[in-house]
């Protein structure tokens, strides 16, 4: 009885390898079908590496193209803007806060790479300043908008070649990095600065205090060219763009721009 039920237990051993034989290609099959995950993964992140890449050298190559467009493009670029970034707005509001060609400078004559070492060149060909400045504390002949306060702070030195005496005479460093409202409020009214460099909010906040006046200033120069990490321009980050054209429609830039007698003029660089 042992020896029948040992006989129904046993397995034939041809059939045991034939069976191993025929499941052991399923492991290669899974093997493979995970690597062409991994390569059609690795490819898509190139494409879209690639496609970045593109848009990126495309929106440079746009703001160039704008920053040395003549002045009726460049007003109608600024619209444009102003409408996506307050589209609440009506037209006639609009109008009141935007600028118009007349008030943006010709500077598409400018032949050098719009770049931080050619800023000086720009401001002594288009905005010279002149023999005799203002001893007015507070009151810039040019004044500049940077994206950040790193690039505001690169800026002001290397416009520092153009003070005609840099021991009486400054270039105002007007952001909020290591810097309080309070102190610039103070600086600005104990210095001349015939230059100034500074960001979109703490421009207007020392407008707002009467710290920093336009009386003298005849341009307001854009930093557009540049571009932050992320690639965008001063125009292209949301919070920077919605506080620089909230200060194109400031009372004082208003008032600059529409004086009788040499009126300020907005440029983009």
């Known amino acids: 009885m042992g020896d029948d039920l040992d006989d129904g237990l046993l397995l034939d ?140 702070a690169d800026i002001a030195r290397v416009l520092r070649v153009l003070l005609p005496n840099p021991k009486t005479t400054h270039v105002g460093k007007l952001f909020a990095r290591h810097f309080k409202v309070e102190e610039q409020d103070a600086w600005l009214c104990a210095h001349v600065a015939p230059l100034c460099v500074g960001t979109p ?15 003298h200033t005849q341009a307001l120069v854009i930093d557009y060219t540049w571009r932050d990490a992320k690639q965008r321009t001063v125009l292209e980050t949301p919070e920077t763009c919605t506080a620089l054209l909230t200060l194109l429609g400031q009372r004082a830039v208003r008032d600059a721009l529409q004086r009788p007698r040499r009126p300020c003029r907005v440029a983009l660089y």
């Open 13 to 152: 051993e041809h059939l045991i390898a034939q069976s191993d034989d025929e499941q052991a290609p399923a492991v290669p099959d899974a093997v493979d079908a995970t690597t062409q995950k991994k390569r059609k993964r690795r490819e898509h992140a190139k494409t879209q590496r690639r496609k970045k890449a593109a848009v990126r050298q495309e929106q440079s190559e746009a703001a160039l193209t704008v920053a040395q467009q003549p002045s009726d493009i460049q007003a109608d670029f600024l619209r444009t803007t102003q409408r996506k970034a307050f589209p609440k707005l009506s037209d006639l509001e609009l109008q009141e806060t935007g600028v118009p060609a007349a008030c943006m400078a010709e500077t598409y004559t400018f032949e050098r790479e719009r770049t931080l070492e050619h800023m000086p060149a720009f401001v002594r060909q288009f905005f010279p300043l002149p023999d005799t400045l203002s001893s007015e504390c507070g009151a810039p002949h040019v004044l500049v908008v940077a994206g950040n306060a790193q690039r505001a």
């Open 201 to 215: 909010h703490r421009l207007q906040s020392l407008m707002e205090r009467g710290s920093l006046r336009l009386e």
